[in-house]
Every structure is written in structure tokens, then in C-alpha cells.
């Protein structure tokens, strides 16, 4: 009987397993602008995070930040030239916003933005998982030592987040839009790991996209 329990607690953790081992973030679409010419020489980029949560922000453009000096660029954060703490009523004007990434020489405005966030609840199993008691007509003695590993392993319930983020890459001289990157994360481990994660995704499909290296 135990031996029963032990085979069928293993499935279900091989099956759980099994679900959580795709990819946790991955693209959904892109887009590149038919008129943009890799040939044209870029050397500094102005990069932003479009949240208000602060630690997110700096982690995101550090990591941008890094991608991008590693390919030869200069780079500015907006962390580094507007204040962290202005909201969407005292945010800079566009303009004004130009204006300096301008003055500072960028021709090039990179943004990371979450454009959606999705929750669902579900309910996880316990290590015990249903089975019909195949010992009926033997008594209480054998039906309470089947089911009561499973008075002291109960399920839980669980949140599952995905979180769908937009990477938009745009021509200061001109403020065309170049390209845009949509990913989907799910269930992100930690910010850190989720800014790095989405950088080296957003860094391949653009080197693909625009044919850049």
C-alpha cells in the first residue's frame, strides 16, 4: 500500500515538472520598419523603463544598459537624468524629454514598458493524488491506512502571473519608430532574473530583426 502511495505521488511530481518546464518567457510578435537601413551609423542610446516601481526600473535599464554597452554603444538611463519620483502628472514634457536626450547626443531611444499583467489561481495537489481504495470489505484498520497520508498532505493554491511587456526602439533625429519586441514572462522567479531574461531575449530577436551584431 505504501509502496502504491510512493508510485503515485512520483507521477504526479513528474507531471507537475512536466508543466513547469517550458520556456517562462518567450516573443509573441515583433515588427521592423520596412524603411529602417542598418547601414545607418548609431552610437548612443537613451534607454527607459516605463514603470513606477522603482526597483524594477533601475534593474531593467541596468540590464539594458549593459546589453548595449557590450555591442559598443554608449548609453544613457533615465534613471540617471529625470528624477525617479515624478508621476504621471508631474512627468516631463515630451518635448522637454527630447529636448535633453538630444542635448545629450543620443540618437537612439530604446523603452521598456509592461503593457499587461494577468493573474490566475489554481489548486495544486498534494503528494497523494486519487486513486479508488482497493481494499473494501477489509475493514477500517486498512481503509484509514490508504486515505490518511492524505489528511497530512493537503493541496494548496497557487497564483500564477504573466506578465506581457512591449520593448520599442525609435530614430531620435526623425522620433520614427524603428522596431518593437512584444514578449510574455511567466511566473518570473525574481526580478533580477527576470530583467536579465528579458534583455537577452529582446537583444536576439532585435539582432535578428535588424540584422545588427
Known amino acids: 500500500m505504501k509502496n502504491l502511495h510512493k508510485n503515485l505521488a512520483g507521477i504526479l511530481a513528474i507531471s507537475l515538472l512536466l508543466l513547469s518546464c517550458g520556456p517562462s518567457q518567450k516573443v509573441t510578435s515583433s515588427w521592423k520598419n520596412p524603411n529602417f537601413k542598418a547601414e545607418k551609423k548609431y552610437?548612443?542610446?537613451?534607454?527607459?523603463?516605463?514603470?513606477?516601481?522603482?526597483?524594477?526600473?533601475?534593474?531593467?535599464?541596468?540590464?539594458m544598459a549593459a546589453a548595449a554597452q557590450s555591442k559598443g554603444y554608449q548609453v544613457v538611463?533615465?534613471?540617471d537624468v529625470f528624477?525617479?519620483?515624478?508621476?504621471?502628472?508631474?512627468?516631463?514634457?515630451?518635448?522637454?524629454?527630447?529636448?535633453?536626450?538630444?542635448?545629450?547626443?543620443?540618437?537612439?531611444?530604446?523603452?521598456?514598458?509592461?503593457?499587461?499583467?494577468?493573474?490566475?489561481?489554481?489548486?495544486?495537489?498534494?503528494?497523494?493524488?486519487?486513486?479508488?481504495?482497493?481494499?473494501?470489505?477489509?475493514?477500517?484498520?486498512?481503509?484509514?491506512?490508504?486515505?490518511?497520508p492524505m489528511m497530512y498532505d493537503p493541496g494548496y493554491y497557487t497564483t500564477d502571473k504573466t506578465y506581457f511587456m512591449e520593448g520599442d526602439l525609435f530614430d531620435v533625429a526623425s522620433e520614427n519608430m524603428i522596431w518593437s519586441v512584444q514578449t510574455e514572462t511567466y511566473n518570473p522567479s525574481s526580478i533580477e532574473k527576470f530583467s536579465k531574461d528579458l534583455t537577452q531575449l529582446m537583444l536576439e530577436r532585435a539582432e535578428k530583426d535588424l540584422k545588427i551584431k
Request: proline share 6%; aromatic share 14%.
Open 43 to 63: 552610437t548612443k542610446i537613451f534607454i527607459s523603463s516605463m514603470s513606477s516601481n522603482q526597483k524594477v526600473k533601475i534593474t531593467l535599464e541596468d540590464e
Open 77 to 79: 538611463k533615465s534613471q
Open 83 to 148: 528624477r525617479p519620483t515624478f508621476t504621471k502628472e508631474t512627468s516631463p514634457d515630451k518635448d522637454v524629454m527630447l529636448a535633453k536626450i538630444r542635448e545629450l547626443g543620443c540618437d537612439l531611444i530604446f523603452t521598456v514598458t509592461l503593457v499587461d499583467k494577468q493573474s490566475e489561481t489554481r489548486y495544486v495537489p498534494g503528494a497523494s493524488m486519487y486513486a479508488p481504495f482497493p481494499g473494501y470489505g477489509y475493514g477500517y484498520r486498512g481503509y484509514y491506512n490508504y486515505w490518511s
